[in-house]
């Protein structure tokens, strides 16, 4: 209400005005300004040119000017058309029709509460628009990311349906937020990418510290697509189907070669042989015997995707809606991942000053099993089709159910197809997000904006496990766990935009931001006894809530002096619920300049060079995105298990929270500040572009994970720890040729180089790992901070080789055997111990680059996407299992154990029964790599009126490594802790077919 | 800012208040709330089914030592081969995972239980069921002091929950301090614990009495060698024989029968465990008692069997019968005896009850993990203080020394097999310390004692004198007695330098 009181005065006042400069007149002229459709445009600056002098129209579209002569030049000019000018001859009435400058539109990017034209820009931000993305369709937004721009990192951890590749932003420092149509922390994997028109990704701090306290690891903006105004009901429809299967089976030992390989190692161990030799001449009669565990596993998947969009415009009104339907099989059995979107966009323009937007969309997520194959489990699947022995059949014929353990192989990893098929890890998210903003024109040059957006996500997951196989007492149990996500936004923005004299365009925003958020979780497990039609035991139901609450306020400016000198600064005010109240509160700053020397006279006609701009910027921005609720606060645990006093009944059990949320009430901001310097040069009517970006970052006050002292319960808390450097370069060029309209081709190479050092720890090293705990079988964490060495360190013991003779090689330990394994004895105290573990490698890559080629001839479209890891390594945990893991039970599955000194004196590999230390060198490997990850043939059907596209691809086709997993880039790790393939789901090859059309 | 958006949204917007939880400060409002942070200590006994519970294997990797049980010469049972090397390290985190951590995660819970005292007292809440139920905190935490006060010596007494800079920097207490410490925890819990509790798995009056004859009996030998204490042990034992409901039974495997868990007289203190269908989500089970123990025909994974030399010692009769798996019965009536097993040793069937039937053909059993224990496991026994009286009055600690050499006896028969009140050819007439000693280590078998007992007396190298060679061979030196003693786990070194680290 108080809104329409408001609007209602500046009518009032505005009329006022034009009443006032209508009785000024003098000479006369007036008329109507109308855009191509014949709607009258409001705001449009009409001005004599080489003077100050002008109006502006008004809603009606109409104005009036007094004291021209005659010859006068009148320029009228309104941002999205063409200006237009009409000299002055007497005529007492003009009506201008104005033409929509298509140009000008498509120039202008999204930063981040507003827009900015591309060429106006001074800080780093990358554009990707719908018409640009590839030819073959990608499952998600990230996937439109790949490979189109320089700093952006995008990799595909795992080859599970419904797998989020992992975005960093200028080195790994974290997950970039999105912005979705104006809400910030959207969920991204709701969102179908059919229905994005394009992305903008704030790269550097100048350009993201809008976001402030979320923009630390860079901002990528999402804005979904809308209709056009004034345009027919246009049908818009996609469908492909895609066939999947695993790229690379390993070589693994036959069931026999196996069992002898057993026999070998417990003889040398001292034992009896595990299988007679009858049992095996059985075998070998046996044509059956034995299973293949990964062809047990593994099949050929199949895929269907299908988007269907409408839309429409009127005078005063577009519309898009749009429908989509995923339905992807995993090559893992029992994997599979639904998704089912819809989204409306409505834009209504209320009066000729007044817009409403609105958009709302819905989605529904369906996955099964989609995390196989990522956890450090007994179920892992992928480790344990790798590891279980040959010899044993699926089914144990004796209880005619799965295998159990046998008392060798494989001793904590479970039956593989048991894992796989008996295991329903169900995940049901359903994500329901509306947006509403009202703009309105107060002046031409001041409008304002309030927008409210509400996200609401209910989260189920659900996992089956069916009791396990050969073990008489165990029961099934189903976990079911229900999440609520609600999320508030509120923001209250003014624009105000203005050129003055020609020379100086000012532009400035301001806004009021109020973000609400509240998590809920209810979870509780039913236990089931074997057996048809048993009730279930339901435990204690748990539930946890964290809310979240950031109140910001932020102003931004961008001044242009004659389109050449460029400037941007803004600053931002943020409090977070996260922090203790003495530390909520934080400000942000930054600052841009941009020249654009092609403006300049002595470039302005060169026929070589089209653009040249340098660009620096500098910014800083704040981070609590790693903190979770209650941090700074001592909470008891209900989550700490009960206690049978009886021996038959539960007993409630609730604590002091240890684990790994402890409290620290002295938590401060993290603050990042960053340096950028970029130069973007286009030469030759823009057919070549480069941009070079380089920065520099310095992450203070980070936010880190401490270890707790054992003797003080263990664990670990959040504290602000040490001092970040990211430092890098980024390169792209692109470059376009065409032979006339038949023949055209389009490349762009991107590379991206970070370095990270440790600036500042508290301690000399920090031992940091993916989670709390430690892996399985590692002797402390996988990973190592050191004051002036890079992040994600491997460290570990470093092996030597196979001791082979008497002689002691530098840095044995005594004692040893022929056959064993050496490692290196550090520190020298005759004694392998955790202090003698060092590096072993990084798991992050020293560069990567990308390749995207498009080739069009005539109604052909030819499309590849090569890319590039280099310089990263990995630990290959499945390995150590893949060895038989040294002594102990497990037997060795791979056929590189014929490498082993117990088969080959001059073998890499130790005996047999030697020990394989798992957190060492033997076991991490280098896994650089050259992909081609995309090629794509498309043909465009010449229809005259209706469109129609078919294509063929393959994606995953050829890989170039020495990784000797499945593949290089499934692994799984954090910022800190990169690089741990524990059996990851492996990327399959993939091929689609399918076709789009436009009626 | 605030002044932007008003005082009263600024601070409801950024303030977050746990809905579900509770803060550490308002937790305690009731004996309720209580009772639930005492059960939460109870529970650090058995967190972790496989490396730290009392039910696991992993647990006993810091008494390996001792010369009952030893493991594989292979790398999948280090933990255990270390420790039965004598040759535990710093780095070794999952020997001190069980060692130190697991009774630190009792003291932490403790701790924050023990705050909750005073603050429902002050609440008006019933003074009387406050302190007993505190007395139970009380109880739990000097029990864990007193485990690593034996495995490590002198440790840093955290006496509060928190995580601040104070305790992180704490350094190690003497000995000494650390008993006086545990003397003055369990005096409180022995004013305010009920003689009986509704429940098997409650502390009682006397299980604090108990605990209390063995940490004097314990002080009186290596290091502090308050030998006035074996009064005190005698004196404690006594009050429990001749007070306490508990009764000595007269057949040695009728103790550790499952279905008598509830029912036999002699546990005064034992850890409850709890079957999935009962117990879902829980873990209340116990690998140790046949999973862990078990041989690999049996489809186990031998985490520990029994030590040849010690398994030749140990005298004939029922108990011997009862505690070990010597052969395997073939269902075609044959057997697989011991020497022939994979792992050529004896296996440890004390605790099989429930899981294994070792008199059936070992076939039908095999090829499975076994079926998961939830056996119960003692933590204190009335014969235990029958043989501390015993003890004590053999080492000039007072008392009846007929009445003491009667208890030893009666041990003895029931370990034979032979009616506990009726003379018997083996008895003794005389008796010195070491044959309670010795008996103890028969009696105790797989009851985290022999370690104990081993290093209190200082014998550890004479008992390991007689070691079969073809046990993984020693790399410690047994009479060295820096190695009663483990090392500190080198991670919390790192993050404590204060704290110092014991010698080897």
């Known amino acids: 209400m108080k809104l329409k009181g408001f609007y209602n005065f500046l009518l009032f006042v505005l009329i006022i005005v034009s009443t006032i400069s209508v009785s000024a007149q003098d000479k006369l002229i007036s008329g109507t300004i109308y855009d191509e459709n014949g709607v009258p445009v409001p705001f449009v600056n009409v001005i004599i040119k080489g003077t100050s002098k002008g109006v502006v129209s008004k809603f009606d579209g109409t104005f009036s000017l007094t004291g021209l002569k005659k010859g006068d030049i009148l320029l009228f000019s309104y941002i999205g058309y063409k200006t237009k000018d009409i000299t002055y001859h007497t005529q007492a009435i003009l009506d201008v029709t104005l033409e929509t400058d298509n140009e000008q539109l498509e120039e202008v990017v999204v930063i981040g509460y507003g827009t900015q034209k591309k060429s106006d820009l001074t800080g780093s931000t990358g554009v990707v628009s719908a018409e640009e993305s590839d030819l073959q369709p990608v499952p998600n937004v990230q996937g439109m990311l790949q490979g189109k721009m320089a700093g952006v990192v995008v990799s595909q951890n795992s080859g599970a349906p419904g797998a989020e590749p992992k975005v960093n932003i200028r080195g790994f420092t974290g997950n970039p937020i999105y912005v979705i149509d104006g809400l910030i922390n959207a969920d991204i994997n709701a969102v179908n990418p059919n229905d994005i028109e394009n992305i903008s990704v704030l790269k550097d701090a100048s350009a993201a510290a809008i976001y402030g306290s979320r923009g630390a690891n860079g901002v990528i903006i999402v804005t979904t697509k809308g209709g056009k105004k004034n345009s027919p009901l246009k049908v818009n429809g996609e469908y492909y189907h895609s066939i999947a299967h695993l790229n690379n089976k390993m070589d693994l030992l036959d069931p026999i070669s196996y069992m002898q390989v057993a026999n070998r190692k417990a003889l ?153 098929e008996e295991i329903d890890r169900m995940t049901k998210t359903k994500t329901m997000s509306t947006n509403l903003g009202i703009t309105q024109k107060i002046f031409p040059e001041l409008s304002f904006k309030v927008f409210g957006a509400v996200q609401y996500r209910d989260l189920e997951n659900d996992t089956y496990e069916r009791y396990e196989p050969a073990v008489p007492n165990s029961s099934s149990t189903l976990y079911q766990s229900r999440g609520e996500n609600l999320k508030y936004q509120g923001n209250a923005q003014l624009d105000f935009n203005k050129t003055f004299n020609e020379n100086h365009s000012l532009n400035a925003t301001a806004v009021f931001e109020v973000i609400s958020r509240k998590f809920t979780n209810e979870y509780y497990t039913t236990s089931f006894d074997q057996g048809e039609g048993k009730e279930g035991t339901l435990s204690e139901k748990i539930s946890i809530m964290q809310p979240e609450g950031m109140l910001s306020g932020l102003a931004r400016v961008s001044y242009a002096y004659k389109e050449k000198l460029l400037f941007t600064g803004s600053v931002r005010l943020d409090g977070s619920s996260r922090l203790p109240k003495n530390n909520q509160w934080d400000d942000f700053y930054s600052a841009a300049f941009a020249y654009k020397l092609t403006k300049e006279e002595f470039l302005a006609n060169s026929d070589i060079i089209s653009e040249l701009k340098l660009r620096a910027g500098y910014g800083e921005i704040g981070n609590v995105n790693s903190l979770r609720a209650f941090q700074v606060q001592n909470l008891t645990d209900p989550l700490i298990k009960p206690y049978a006093f009886d021996g038959q009944t539960l007993s409630y059990a609730e604590g002091f929270e240890n684990g790994n949320n402890r409290a620290n009430s002295d938590l401060r901001w993290e603050v990042s500040r960053q340096a950028n310097l970029g130069l973007d040069l286009g030469l030759f009517e823009d057919k070549v572009q480069l941009n ?56 762009t190479v991107s590379f991206n180089y970070n370095q990270s050092e440790v600036l500042e720890i508290p301690q000399d090293s920090i031992f940091v790992g993916t989670s709390g705990s430690l892996e399985s079988g590692f002797d402390r964490q996988s990973h190592v901070l050191i004051k002036g060495q890079q992040v994600g360190q491997l460290y570990g013991y470093k092996y030597l080789g196979v001791k082979r003779s008497n002689a002691q090689v530098d840095g044995e330990v005594p004692g040893l055997n022929v056959g064993d394994a050496i490692y290196y004895d550090a520190n020298g105290d005759n004694q392998i111990g955790i202090e003698d573990m060092q590096v072993l490698g990084n798991g992050h890559p020293k560069f990567t680059w990308g390749l995207n080629s498009y080739i069009d001839y005539k109604n052909w479209s030819l499309n590849i996407f090569i890319q590039g890891v280099h310089g990263v390594d990995v630990f290959n945990l499945p390995k150590h299992g893949l060895y038989g893991g040294g002594s102990g039970v497990i037997d060795a599955t791979s056929t590189a154990i014929f490498d082993s000194y117990s088969f080959n004196k001059n073998g890499e590999l130790p005996s047999l029964n030697a020990l394989y230390r798992k957190q060492s060198s033997l076991f991490v490997e280098d896994a650089s790599f050259v992909r081609i990850k995309n090629i794509t043939l498309a043909y465009q059907v010449p229809f005259k009126k209706h469109s129609l596209r078919v294509y063929g691809g393959a994606q995953n086709v050829f890989t170039f490594t020495n990784y000797s997993g499945y593949d290089p880039e499934a692994n799984s790790g954090s910022n800190l802790a990169p690089g741990l393939d524990r059996g990851s789901f492996p990327l399959p090859i993939t091929y689609t077919f399918g076709l789009n059309f436009g009626i | 800012m605030c002044i932007l958006f008003g005082t009263l949204s600024c601070e409801s917007i950024l303030t977050e208040t746990p809905e579900d939880r509770t803060t550490t400060d308002t937790f305690f409002q009731s004996i309720e709330n209580l009772d639930h942070s005492v059960t939460a200590t109870y529970r650090q006994l058995v967190e972790n089914a496989w490396n730290r519970s009392l039910g696991s294997a992993k647990a006993r990797t810091v008494f390996t030592g001792a010369d009952d049980f030893t493991t594989l010469d292979g790398g999948n049972k280090y933990d255990w081969k270390v420790s039965d090397q004598l040759n535990i390290s710093a780095s070794d985190i999952r020997v001190s995972d069980a060692g130190w951590s697991m009774p630190y995660t009792v003291i932490l819970q403790s701790n924050f239980a023990i705050q909750g005292i005073g603050q429902l007292i002050s609440r008006g809440e019933p003074e009387d069921a406050v302190n007993a139920l505190g007395a139970e905190a009380y109880f739990l935490r000097a029990w864990a002091y007193f485990r690593l006060v034996r495995l490590y010596g002198g440790v840093p007494l955290v006496l509060s929950p928190e995580y601040n800079q104070a305790n992180v920097n704490l350094s190690r207490s003497s000995v000494g301090e650390v008993y006086e410490q545990i003397l003055v925890d369990l005096d409180f819990a022995l004013k305010h614990l009920p003689q009986t509790q509704p429940e098997r798995g409650r502390i009682t009056y006397w299980a604090a009495k108990a605990m209390k004859a063995e940490i004097h009996l314990t002080m009186a030998g290596w290091p502090l060698k308050r030998t006035e204490n074996f009064a005190l042990a005698l004196q404690e034992a006594q009050d429990v024989i001749q007070g306490s409901p508990h009764i000595f039974e007269d057949d040695y495997s009728q103790i550790f029968d499952t279905n008598r868990r509830d029912t036999n007289t002699e546990y005064i203190w034992q850890i409850k465990f709890c079957n999935v269908v009962n117990c879902p989500g829980s873990a209340l089970n116990t690998p140790f008692a046949s999973q862990a123990t078990k041989p690999t025909e049996l489809g186990g994974f031998k985490d520990m069997f029994i030590e040849i030399a010690f398994y030749n010692k140990y005298p004939e009769g029922a108990r011997k019968e009862f505690n070990f798996l010597k052969e395997l019965v073939k269902e075609d009536g044959g057997t697989i005896p011991w020497t022939s097993f994979a792992e050529k040793h004896p296996f440890f069937s004390k605790y099989y009850s429930g899981t294994i039937d070792k008199y059936a053909p070992y076939e039908s059993q095999k090829g499975s993990t076994a079926p998961v224990s939830d056996l119960d496991l003692p933590m204190y026994r009335i014969t235990e203080m029958m043989l501390i009286y015993a003890e004590a009055n053999a080492n000039g600690g007072g008392g009846d020394a007929s009445i003491a050499l009667n208890y030893l006896n009666q041990v003895r028969r029931r370990g034979k097999g032979v009616d506990i009140n009726q003379n018997d050819t083996d008895d003794l007439v005389t008796f010195t310390a070491q044959d309670v000693i010795d008996e103890r280590g028969w009696e105790l078998i797989g009851e985290m004692r022999r370690w104990f007992d081993l290093i209190r007396t200082e014998t550890l190298a004479n008992a390991l004198s007689d070691r079969d060679p073809s046990e993984p061979s020693l790399i410690g030196d047994p009479n060295n007695k820096n190695l009663y003693w483990h090392p500190l786990p080198q991670l919390d070194l790192e993050l404590n330098p204060k704290l110092e680290q014991n010698p080897r």
């Open chain 1, 268 to 420: 040398e161990n001292g034992s009896n042989e595990l299988f007679s030799r009858e049992e095996i001449r059985r075998a070998q009669s046996d044509p059956n015997f034995g299973t293949d565990w990964q062809d047990e596993i593994y099949r050929v998947a199949h895929s269907n995707n299908a988007n269907i969009s409408l839309s429409k415009g009127w005078d005063k009104t577009t519309m898009r809606l749009s429908l989509g339907a995923r339905d992807d099989q995993g090559i893992i059995r029992n994997t599979s991942y639904k998704r089912y979107t819809s989204r409306l966009s409505l834009d209504h323009d209320l009066t000729k000053s007044t817009k409403v937007v609105f958009n709302g969309s819905y989605s529904f997520e369906d996955g099964l099993n989609t995390d196989q194959g990522g956890q450090s489990s007994a179920k892992n699947v992928v480790a344990a089709a790798t590891a279980w022995s040959p010899n044993i059949p699926v089914i144990d014929p004796n209880t005619n159910d799965y295998s159990g353990f046998q008392g060798y192989g494989a001793t904590v990893l479970r039956n593989p197809v048991y894992s796989a």
């Open chain 1, 692 to 747: 070079v970006d380089v920065y520099h970052k310095i992450t203070d006050d980070s936010h880190f994970n401490s270890l707790v002292p054992s003797f003080l319960g263990g664990g670990s808390v959040t504290t602000n720890t040490g001092k970040m450097l990211n430092q890098g370069l980024e390169v792209q060029l692109t470059h376009k040729w065409t032979n006339g309209k038949k023949f055209s081709i389009r490349n």
